[in-house]
T-cell receptor, first 114, second 116 residues
Framework: GAGVSQSPSNKVTEKGKDVELRCDPISGHTALYWYRQSLGQGLEFLIY????????KSGLPSDRFSAERTGGSVSTLTIQRTQQEDSAVYLCASNRGDSQETQYFGPGTRLLVL | AQKITQTQPGMFVQEKEAVTLDCTYDTSDPSYGLFWYKQPSSGEMIFLIY??????QNATEGRYSLNFQKARKSANLVISASQLGDSAMYFC?????????????FGAGTRLFVKA
């Protein structure tokens, strides 16, 4: 079946612009996660959704970052007034919400802020 | 607070040899899960192996095994018979089941180089 998809695959933007990153999870997966990976670094947790609600937003770096999920499916991560330090790969993952289950990752969106 | 530590930024191993990648963790939640992922240069995240905190036996998946030492809070990944295709970044991750919801945190990673 289809895996997690993310769009765009690459995004170049100018400092100060807003960007939207999209994630389509695997069909039927109730849990959805967003991570950020800076070059050569580990994954930084941003937020996760259970259904349409986000029980844990503790990883969002600032109030410029927000995320929503509609219909228990697609999620959008929005970064307002982008800064150069926002440049990273943004990874989305999903699973069925079983605590023992791995997350299935998308290919990521590579964001470059000039 | 949960914490994952991978102390080896880079490791070299000869093809066909075994290699151990270290991972230590810190949590006060008695119920947790530990994961290992591989990230090749293509960037995809590939799940390798899972160990639950109450599992009595060390997890194994093909050439991958997890050396789980609960009292020492370590969960080292052992790769046997290394292959050139094993060259990649490897991440250890932990999920606190009682207190963390589904939040999973990752270590900084270890880059493995397999030499021919």
């Amino acid at each position: 079946g289809a895996g997690v998809s993310q769009s765009p695959s690459n995004k170049v933007t100018e400092k100060g612009k807003d960007v939207e990153l999209r994630c389509d999870p695997i069909s039927g997966h109730t849990a959805l996660y967003w991570y950020r990976q800076s070059l050569g670094q580990g994954l930084e947790f941003l937020i996760y959704f259970q259904g349409n609600s986000a029980p844990d937003k503790s990883g969002l770096p600032s109030d410029r970052f927000s995320a929503e999920r509609t219909g228990g499916s697609v999620s959008t991560l929005t970064i307002q007034r982008t800064q150069q330090e926002d440049s990273a790969v943004y990874l989305c993952a999903s699973n069925r919400g079983d605590s023992q289950e791995t997350q299935y990752f998308g290919p990521g969106t590579r964001l470059l802020v000039l | 607070a949960q914490k994952i530590t991978q102390t080896q930024p880079g490791m070299f191993v000869q093809e066909k040899e075994a290699v151990t990648l270290d991972c230590t963790y810190d949590t006060s939640d008695p119920s947790y899960g530990l994961f290992w992922y591989k990230q090749p240069s293509s960037g995809e995240m590939i799940f390798l192996i899972y160990q639950g905190s109450y599992d009595q036996q060390n997890a194994t998946e093909g050439r991958y095994s997890l050396n789980f030492q609960k009292a020492r809070k370590s969960a080292n990944l052992v790769i046997s018979a290394s292959q050139l295709g094993d060259s990649a970044m490897y991440f250890c991750a932990m999920r606190e089941i009682n207190t963390g919801g589904f939040k999973t945190i990752f270590g900084a990673g270890t880059r493995l180089f397999v030499k021919a």
